[in-house]
């Protein structure tokens, strides 16, 4: 008999959970990240998020639970607040010298103007990045949807230039591997 064929409902839902945290894993903690907080950060606050699916893993929308858990369990540890008090308040978006280190230059050139964005924009933005309706967004962030359309409309444009701008710039400074000067 097949190892597979002796799995009881328990095994089958261990087996379900271990797929969603290997897929989920990264992308909360890119998430977090992008949202402004650090790696030891973010990998904190996903534990939590994925601690909390695991508890009600019969009982909630995981990937929703997920995301609201992490994003709340990372505020809470930066600021002491909820998102109810955040209202205009930043949180820093400047990445350390080792945090630098560990991506090359265009995706720390993507992160780092995720993260310049206002908060409003950049919450709506990486919620909507993880293909959440605009209504789902909404409720979690406790503003309209017609207001988190907006902001992800105003990242998305803030994004592009910044696109267009480090495009330009390497136009500009061509310097190819192999050549010497002089």
């Not at 790696?39 to 997920?66: C, D, M, Q, S, Y």
């Not at 309209?144 to 136009?171: F, M």
Request: proline share 4%; with cysteine; aromatic share 10%.
């Amino acid at each position: 008999m097949v190892a597979s064929q002796n799995r009881g409902p328990l095994d089958e839902a261990c087996v379900e959970f271990d797929d969603f945290y290997l897929a989920c894993m990264p992308r909360l903690v890119r998430f977090v990240i992008y949202l402004g907080g650090i790696k030891p950060e973010a990998v904190a606050a996903a534990e939590k998020g994925l601690r909390a699916v695991h508890i009600g893993w019969n009982e909630f929308n995981h990937k929703l639970t997920a995301f609201s858990v992490t994003q709340r369990e990372f505020l809470t540890s930066r600021v002491g607040c909820t998102l109810e008090d955040l209202h205009e308040w930043e949180i820093s978006s400047q990445l350390s010298d080792a945090e630098l280190e560990l991506f090359d230059a265009k995706v720390h050139h993507h992160v780092r103007t995720i993260r310049a964005l206002p908060f409003a924009q950049r919450q709506a933005y990486v919620w909507r990045l993880e293909k959440f309706p605009y209504k789902v967004i909404s409720g979690v962030i406790n503003k309209p949807a017609v207001t988190i359309r907006s902001n992800v409309r105003y990242a998305r444009k803030t994004i592009k230039k910044g696109a267009c701008d480090l495009l330009r710039s390497q136009e500009a400074s061509p310097v190819q591997l192999g050549e010497t000067g002089g």
